[in-house]
């Protein structure tokens, strides 16, 4: 058990070791700069497989345990998609709708992890590509860069999405429902939400369901994914959308569908209310979009649950081809590729070896961490 500090305005773990298990963490980091104020906290997980890529969550109220979990998920995500990147993750604690002090904030932020070469920041919640445009100008690495610049706009494109519906594509060879008619319900109409129903749109998949943070649309004879999508990129709430019958925004989960994307806030899926979700395949968007409990319950009882660093790799693996100097086309080959053989592997084994697809996403994913772990010497 941690050891807890307290004081009236500071409550810290005596101990970041307690964190230290056979991956890692390498290193963390806390950065205090006076002049602007700013305070973050940088956790290089991992770094067998090469430098570390993971983004930087600009918000308030983040902390070491949240930034820890987070860069181990990068570890065994860019594992499991056979990138030749460790895990990390950066959290800078500050409101990132001030845009104000933001800039300032960034900059300072890369002058600080600046000489800590094993970490290449990418964009998270919070920052975007401009701030990642500003590491750049200051220590020469970053990536989900502007495309002035040599970026690949990977939230435009649609990256993640792309593979959360490859994703569920290859679902169907092992008992998921067939794409084509399937109706699908999309919690969360972001970047990764709005461009997961076009893609699923194009696979002949009939959208049922959208909910964003103002509310739920739904009809189960199917919404017009181009319209919402006009609405979400002028601003708008999906909640305009005319036609369908408006529902408060957490009855999507138990809305009459056959897959259900979560592509918004984690743990919305959870041991007390995944009895009411109807679908038979989940397919994660979100990070931690469905609680490890839950996703046992929807086991048991034949729901197929893809685990979130499987389904989700899109945008890092375009992150990654964009470091290597590729193309946008050359990003969609790759995470198609790393996708199709990820999802068959994990649900074969899961079906083989009678356990959970996360239990087997976990599994192949450390053992291609230690496998790198073996060839170096000290990692
Ligand atoms: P985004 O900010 O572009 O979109 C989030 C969407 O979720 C918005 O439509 C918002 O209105 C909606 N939303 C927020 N709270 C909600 C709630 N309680 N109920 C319903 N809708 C709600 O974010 P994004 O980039 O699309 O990311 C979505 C999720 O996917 C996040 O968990 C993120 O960590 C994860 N993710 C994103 C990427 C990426 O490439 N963007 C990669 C991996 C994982």
Redesign the pocket.
């Known amino acids: 058990m941690d050891t807890l500090v307290r004081t009236e305005n500071l409550i810290m773990t005596e101990s970041p070791f307690n964190y230290a298990d056979h991956l890692g963490p390498k290193s963390i980091h806390h950065f205090y700069e006076p002049a602007t104020g700013l305070k973050a906290i940088l956790v290089v997980d991992n770094v067998a497989a090469g430098p570390a890529i993971g983004g930087c969550r600009m918000a308030p109220d983040v902390t070491l345990d949240e930034c820890f979990r987070l860069a181990r998920a990068m570890t065994l995500k860019n594992a499991s998609a056979g990138l030749p990147h460790g895990g990390a993750k950066s959290v800078i604690m500050a409101n990132p709708e001030d845009e104000a002090n933001k800039e300032q904030l960034i900059r300072a932020f890369a002058q600080m992890i600046g000489p800590i070469e094993d970490y290449i920041v990418g964009p998270?919640?919070g920052t975007n590509e401009t701030a990642m445009g500003w590491i750049k100008d200051e220590i020469g690495r970053a990536v989900g860069l502007p495309p002035e610049i040599g970026g690949i706009p990977?939230?435009e494109i649609g990256?993640?999405a792309f593979g959360v519906v490859i994703a569920a594509e290859v679902a169907q060879e092992f008992g998921g429902p067939k794409l084509e008619g399937a109706r699908v319900a999309m919690?969360?109409?972001?970047?990764?939400?709005?461009h997961a129903a076009r893609f699923f749109a194009q696979k002949g998949a009939v959208l049922v369901a959208a909910?964003?943070?103002?509310g739920?649309v739904y009809d189960p004879d199917g919404l017009d994914v181009a319209r919402l999508v006009e609405i979400?990129n002028r601003g708008g709430?999906v909640i305009e959308y005319e036609g369908g019958e408006k529902l408060d925004?957490?009855t999507?989960i138990a809305v009459d569908c056959d897959i259900w994307v979560p592509?918004?806030?984690?743990d919305?899926i959870r041991e007390d209310n995944e009895q009411v979700v109807k679908a038979k395949l989940i397919v994660q968007?979100?990070?931690i979009?469905v609680t490890e409990g839950a996703e046992r319950m929807l086991h048991d009882r034949g729901v197929i649950c893809i685990p979130?660093f499987i389904s989700?790799?899109?945008?890092?693996i375009c992150g990654a081809v964009e470091y290597a100097g590729g193309t946008e086309s050359q990003a969609f080959e790759v995470i198609e590729e790393k996708t199709r053989a990820n999802v068959a592997e994990v649900l074969g084994r899961a079906a083989r070896e009678n356990i959970l697809p996360r239990e087997a996403a976990v599994k192949m994913a450390e053992e291609r961490v230690a496998g790198a772990m073996r060839l170096g010497r000290w990692k």
């Open positions: 998270d919640m990977l939230d990256a993640t919690q969360g109409f972001g970047a990764v939400g709005k909910a964003d943070i103002q739920m979400k709430s925004r957490d999507i592509a918004a806030r984690p919305v968007g979100a990070n979009g979130d989700n790799a899109g945008g890092v």
